[in-house]
């Protein structure tokens, strides 16, 4: 394949929450927590023909719902900005989310946007203003090659398919799963909870040789292709609050179409919970905030309807912007 970036086409989702609250409660041990935390979701540029007469930009609701049913309102960032637009933004939400999607992570303006606030998330956690990231699918993809400097995908096809994670060594002392229930772990392991849809992804192999990745990333789950190559499923930052699944918690609660393999069982549906849950909690950890009422009120997303989406995508409803 060529090296720009392309992710999978039906990098498409993302979203989760519940908050089934069992086990050791998420850590929350900074003073301050803000407890109405605004988390941005940048949007994604339309590739699909079918949703071109919409509009430029979407974000499926999926994701939304996965956001708010953590506890937290949602902040959609469009992709033609400027630079101190962004700056601006960054200064007022909780935390971000990169969605799935079909774009070049390299060279398209949402690859510019998410660069943009990448630097100013590295900056201001390394100043101690905790700002935690959120990548799905495509969004995890992305992270890595901001880290990386470059793309380092390949093809890893897995699409329409329910796994279950391999998780590894380093999964038990994750901060991620470290709210899950012992048995939530087991079934991980063994039951197919995370949906697939994807048909590039990192290799464990370039995410072992590459340092940058290596020292960044810590490694908590991979799955196999079906070309048998082992992908990297599950990470999260080291130092930094970043997070990325190649998989799609959201799907497990908030998207239903048939034809898809959205896993819906009772574990399905705590995982994505429990996720949802974590990373809405990580945003708590963020003081940053808009600059009066009336501008918070008018950025959030309750000012937009989602379209009905179900007889034409894989999406119940979704954003156009
Ligand atoms: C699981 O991951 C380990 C490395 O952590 C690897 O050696 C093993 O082959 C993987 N197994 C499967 C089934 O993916
Ligand atoms: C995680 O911890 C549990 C319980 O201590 C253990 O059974 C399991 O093997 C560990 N998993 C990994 C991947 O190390
Ligand atoms: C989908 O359903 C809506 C009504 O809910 C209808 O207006 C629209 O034309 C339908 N789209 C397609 C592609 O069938």
Known sequence: MSNTGFSTFACLFFACCFCYSIARPTKLNQEASNDRPVIGILTQMISDTAMKPFGKTYIPSSYVKYIESGGSRVMPIGLTLTTADYESI???????????????????????????????????????????????????????????????????????????????????????????????????????????????????????????????????????????????????????????????????????????????????????SLLAQFFVNEGRRSLHQFDNLEEEASSLIYNDTPEYAGNFTGYEQIYFF
Not at 106 to 121: G, N
Not at 139 to 160: I, P, R, Y
Not at 171 to 200: C, D, I, R, V, W
Not at 234 to 256: L, S
Request: charged residues 20%; aromatic residues 12%.
């Open 90 to 272: 960054f200064r007022k939400i909780n935390g971000l989310v990169f969605i799935g999607g079909a774009v070049d992570l390299e060279k398209s303006d949402y690859a510019r946007v998410a660069k943009i606030f990448y630097r100013l998330a590295l900056k201001a956690n390394d100043n101690g203003d905790f700002f935690p990231i959120w990548g799905t699918c495509m969004g995890m993809q992305l992270l890595t090659v901001l880290v990386a400097g470059k793309s380092l995908l390949e093809k890893t096809t897995a699409d329409n398919v329910a796994l279950h994670l391999n998780l590894t060594s380093e999964a038990n002392s994750s901060k991620m799963f470290e709210g899950f229930p012992q048995k939530l772990m087991s079934a991980l392991t063994e039951e197919p909870l995370t949906g697939n849809f994807h048909h590039y992804g990192l290799s464990v192999k370039n995410f072992q040789e590459n340092e940058p990745l290596r020292s960044f990333f810590s490694l908590l789950s991979t799955n196999v292709a079906e070309n048998q190559v082992h992908f990297v499923s599950t990470i999260e930052g080291r130092k930094y609050p970043f997070y990325g699944v190649q998989w799609h918690p959201e799907v497990n609660r908030f998207q239903w179409d048939r034809k898809l393999n959205f896993p819906h069982s009772a574990h399905a549906v705590q995982l994505s």
